[in-house]
């Protein structure tokens, strides 16, 4: 399993450097993903998913579902919070 941790809501525009380097490893994984708020590579505030972005098997939200999270599924199957792991409503 790993952790995605690489981005946080406040991201904003395409990954560079080590940063996408990482995503596209994370990305590339056969191992579970689980994300700590938005999985890396996806707009919090849009929901656009980059062209490389981490694609989570499960999200572990901090904050209130946002918007962001229902328009990135495709990013993050399994969107949670904290420590509950179920679709929302």
Do not use: K, N
């Not at 991201?11 to 380097?21: E, K, L, M, S």
């Not at 694609?55 to 946002?66: D, E, I, Y």
């Amino acid at each position: 399993m790993a952790v995605d941790a690489l981005l946080g809501t406040g991201f904003a525009g395409q990954p560079r450097g080590a940063v996408a380097d990482a995503i596209a490893a994370l990305a590339d994984s056969r191992v579970p993903v689980v994300a700590a708020d938005v999985p890396s590579g996806v707009d919090a505030s849009t929901g656009e998913v980059c062209a490389r972005a981490v694609r989570a098997t499960a999200t572990a939200t901090f904050t209130p579902q946002s918007r962001a999270m229902d328009l990135a599924r495709q990013g993050a199957r399994r969107p949670g919070g904290g420590d509950r792991d179920r679709d929302p409503p």
